[in-house]
């Protein structure tokens, strides 16, 4: 019998991420399986993203549009891939065309960029995308993320006027430099509270994507349905060699 491979990094990484959402779901009175892990694999190599595949992981997220129409033709199907961050509505057709198991949109902020994605569902027959609207909590001057005072007016055209997407809740980044306070993450649970109030639906109904490498477990304590998880899991990223 062949020696077992030796698990890369990654792996355990991976293991030991698992291990502490269910400890913080545990805390917040929820399950392991009522928090989603997006495996954020921007700038990380296929081979390492399929180690994490076979050791059972499934969603995955990326931050580059280019970026993912190159890696997952790569891997296999069944990924549910999660575009996270903001995006721009000129990469949206190559994006769903290249991608056809993007799951979700993470990063909605404006209703144009909402409008063609709508539309390109339509055009490519594609299943209805579940999306998610990403406020600005931190307060400051930012080009991603629209004000939590302007949430409820998004939400309601995306549900109103955008048939081939479902809404499927709200997302932070938290400050600029991608840190998150608890403020951060109240902001968000204070927009979603506005919004089920004035679409007239259960909280429970619409998720929270928040927390990341630093704070996902104070998140998820707070209530984050969602947790995107890069470096935890791969390890620093090298940016030197992006373009
Ligand atoms: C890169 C990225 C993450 C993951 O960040 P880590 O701190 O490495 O976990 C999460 N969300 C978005 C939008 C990102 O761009």
Redesign the pocket.
């Known amino acids: 019998m062949a020696a077992p491979a030796v698990e890369g990094a990654a792996v355990t990484a991976l293991r030991a991420v698992m291990h502490r959402v269910r400890l913080a779901a545990e805390r917040s009175g929820r399950r392991a399986d009522d928090v989603r892990v997006v495996a954020?694999s921007?700038t990380k190599p296929v081979p390492v993203i399929a180690q994490v595949y076979d050791a059972g992981h499934r969603c995955f997220?990326e931050?580059y549009v280019q970026e993912l129409i190159e890696k997952a033709p790569q891997l296999p199907e069944d990924i549910e891939w999660h575009f996270?961050?903001h995006l721009q509505s000129n990469k949206v057709k190559a994006l769903l065309t290249a991608v056809p198991n993007l799951d979700m949109v993470?990063?909605v902020d404006n209703e144009k960029v909402a409008n063609v994605l709508d539309r390109t569902v339509s055009t490519l027959g594609r299943q209805p995308l579940k999306v998610m609207i990403q406020v600005n909590t931190s307060g400051e001057v930012s080009k991603s993320g629209v004000e939590p005072s302007e949430c409820v007016e998004l939400v309601k055209h995306v549900q109103l006027s955008c048939s081939n997407l479902n809404f499927s809740g709200l997302m932070t980044?938290g400050m600029p430099d991608?840190t998150s306070t608890p403020e951060n993450f109240k902001t968000l649970l204070d927009c979603r509270a506005q919004v089920c109030k004035a679409l007239g639906v259960a909280e429970s109904q619409y998720e929270l994507s928040m927390g990341?490498?630093?704070d996902f477990e104070q998140a998820i304590e707070m209530g984050s349905t969602n947790v995107?998880?890069?470096?935890?899991i791969f390890g620093p990223?090298d940016y030197s060699k992006k373009k």
């Open positions: 954020v921007k997220g931050n996270v961050g993470e990063g980044i991608y990341m490498s630093g995107r998880i890069g470096s935890t990223r």
